[in-house]
């Protein structure tokens, strides 16, 4: 999908470049792709430094200043800062049994299926730590969105300087228990926003090893047996260079969505994010949420319309894949029970 005016690429995008090149899996990504949506959003870059990524982002812009006739101008300069970002390396393991293997009688079937369920679990790991990756508690990992849209501001605060401007708390008033939170993430993918990489040389951080035959194992009980093996790894780290592309509405009570009294005004909420979070400059602009919020999500706009007799069309533009104009993938990484969010002090 070409993004106006901009320079995009994503996985799909890296796999039709380098067609034919033996080093780069096609099918791997391809059924990597099938598996998780996001895949088909996600902006992705080479790091420059290794494993990881150096990378500015722009924190001040420079004076302007009016000037007449014969009056000069002086020099002046943005603020930046540098900060490094380090990728994070999933692995998995394929093992099958070599009498088992040999003896059947379509191995390909067989070797494919066990490839699409280890390549389905490297996914979903990989899916979780770009939302929940967390390196202070899991270093192996790298930070994923959480981390960057932690905290929200109070609702009469205007300081949009700040990556918690962009996080909206939809806790109700009368909500007694915090142990089934949700969150709907409103991303901005570009080379300029935000964007995955992966490392120096690894064309796409993906890589399947040899497939190994006859390799001597050690059951539970101490015997031993050949099995056929293959490794499946993924080096994949995010960056955030500019966090005004991004939002997040959090606190969502997974068992209060539908209810019609004591609750903010969710579909507000949504609209206000998408409002304050911007979308210039050609970003691949995308909402990101759990099948029972997207099912959510659609009550509360039936609810709209037919309280303001709007047409349905006029929210969204193709249902259920957009929401105000945005795409929308489900994404089951988000079914996850999460901490609350709490108000910057």
């Known amino acids: 999908m070409a993004t106006r005016g901009s320079y995009v ?74 900060i490094r970002n380090t990728a994070g390396r999933a692995a998995t393991k394929l093992e099958i ?29 990989m899916a979780d730590c770009i939302i929940y990756g967390k390196v202070t508690t899991e270093p192996k990992k790298f930070n994923g969105l959480i981390n960057f849209y932690s905290k929200y501001q109070a609702n009469s605060s205007t300081d949009d300087t700040v990556s918690s401007h962009y996080v909206f708390n939809a806790k109700s008033a009368t909500q007694a228990s915090t142990a089934a939170l949700r969150s709907i993430f409103l991303v901005g993918w570009s080379q300029m926003s935000i964007r995955c990489f992966y490392p120096q040389g690894t064309m796409g951080g993906i890589q399947r090893g040899p497939f190994k035959k006859y390799v001597d194992v050690t059951d539970t009980d101490g015997g031993t047996y050949e099995v056929h093996r293959q490794y499946l790894e993924w080096q994949l780290g995010l960056d955030v260079r500019d966090y005004r592309y991004g939002g997040r509405m959090c606190n969502l009570q997974a068992d209060e969505m539908f209810d019609t009294s004591g609750v903010p005004d969710y579909w507000e909420i949504l609209r206000r994010m998408t409002t ?56 089951d990484s988000l079914n996850t029970n999460e901490d609350e969010v709490s108000q910057v002090s």
């Open 276 to 331: 304050r979070v911007r979308d210039d400059g050609g970003v691949r602009q995308v909402f990101y949420m759990d099948k029972l919020t997207w099912e959510a999500v659609t009550v509360w706009a039936s609810r709209k319309t037919a309280e303001n007799a709007i047409k349905y069309g006029d929210l969204n533009e193709r249902i259920p894949h957009k929401l105000f104009g945005v795409n929308v993938r489900i994404a």
């Open 97 to 125: 049994d070599a009498k088992l293997f040999d003896s059947d009688p379509n191995k390909n079937a067989l070797l494919l299926d066990e490839v699409q369920a280890h390549s389905n679990a490297l996914m979903n790991e």
């Open 9 to 82: 690429y994503t996985y799909r995008d890296l796999m039709a470049g380098l067609k034919g090149n033996k080093t780069f899996d096609h099918e791997i990504v391809d059924m990597l792709i099938q598996m998780n949506p996001m895949l088909d959003d996600m902006v992705i870059a080479e790091a420059n430094d290794g494993t990881s990524n150096k990378t500015t982002i722009r924190t001040g812009l420079p004076d302007v200043a009016w000037i007449g006739f014969y009056e000069g101008v002086q020099g002046s300069k943005g603020s930046k800062k540098q």
